[in-house]
C-alpha cells in the first residue's frame, strides 16, 4: 500500500515545521542576557538582521496561505519587530495552517494566477510558486536566523532546527 504525497503534505505541513521552529528559536533568543541585541544582529554585514527573518517567514507564510488556501492575512507584517509580535504573529499563522482545508489546498494548487512576489510577476500556479520559490526561501531564512543565533553565542544544537519537522506529532513547540 503507498500513499501519494499532496500538495498540501509538502506545502502547508513544511510550512507549520518552519514556524514551529521559528518559534523555538524566538524562545531561546529571548532567555539570552542580551535579547534586544539580537533582534538585530546580522550573519554578516551585509546581509539582513534577526527582526528580518521573522518578517520574510511570516510574509512568505501569508503568501502560501493565500495563493493555496485562499487565506486573508492573519496579521501586520509591523508585528514581527518585537519577538512578542512575532510569536503572536506565528501562533496566529499557525492557527490558520491548521484551519487550512486540505481539499482547497488540493483544488487551489494547480491553478495558475499572476502572482507578484518582490520585484518578479510570475504566471505560475499555487503549487509551482510555493515549491520551487517560497520553500526554498523559507528554509534559507530559518537557517539564517538559526545560523545568526548561533554566531551570537546562543547555545542551539541540530535537534533544535530539526525538532519541529521530525517530532511535530508527539512533541509540539508551543
Same mark, same amino acid.
Given at each position: 500500500m503507498s500513499s501519494s504525497l499532496t500538495v498540501y503534505d509538502g506545502t502547508i505541513v513544511h510550512a507549520q515545521g518552519v514556524?514551529?521552529?521559528?518559534?523555538?528559536? $524566538? =524562545?531561546?533568543? =529571548?532567555?539570552? @542576557?542580551?535579547?534586544d541585541?539580537? $533582534?538585530?544582529?546580522?550573519?554578516?554585514?551585509t546581509m539582513k538582521p534577526l527582526k528580518f527573518q521573522f518578517f520574510i517567514i511570516t510574509l512568505l507564510v501569508e503568501r502560501m496561505l493565500q495563493m493555496l488556501a485562499g487565506r486573508e492575512p492573519v496579521g501586520s507584517q509591523d =508585528?514581527?519587530?518585537?519577538?512578542?509580535?512575532?510569536?503572536d504573529l506565528i501562533q496566529r499563522l499557525l492557527?490558520?495552517?491548521a484551519e487550512? !482545508?486540505?481539499d482547497t489546498v488540493e483544488r487551489n494548487g494547480p491553478v495558475v494566477t499572476t502572482t507578484k512576489l518582490g520585484l518578479v510577476e510570475l504566471n #505560475?500556479?499555487?503549487? =509551482? $510558486?510555493?515549491?520551487?520559490? $517560497?520553500? @526554498?526561501?523559507?528554509?534559507?531564512?530559518?537557517?539564517?536566523?538559526?545560523?545568526i543565533l548561533r554566531k551570537e553565542g546562543v547555545?542551539?544544537? #541540530? #535537534? !533544535?532546527?530539526?525538532?519541529?519537522?521530525?517530532y511535530q506529532d508527539i512533541l509540539p513547540i508551543q
Open positions: 514556524l514551529r521552529t521559528l518559534f523555538h528559536l $524566538i =524562545e531561546m533568543a =529571548e532567555q539570552q @542576557p542580551n535579547p541585541a539580537l $533582534i538585530q544582529a546580522k550573519l554578516h554585514e =508585528e514581527v519587530a518585537t519577538y512578542a509580535g512575532a510569536k492557527t490558520a495552517l487550512v !482545508d486540505k #505560475k500556479s499555487g503549487t =509551482e $510558486i510555493t515549491t520551487s520559490m $517560497i520553500l @526554498p526561501n523559507l528554509f534559507f531564512h530559518l537557517s539564517t536566523a538559526y545560523g547555545t542551539l544544537v #541540530k #535537534k !533544535d532546527y530539526l525538532y519541529a519537522f521530525l
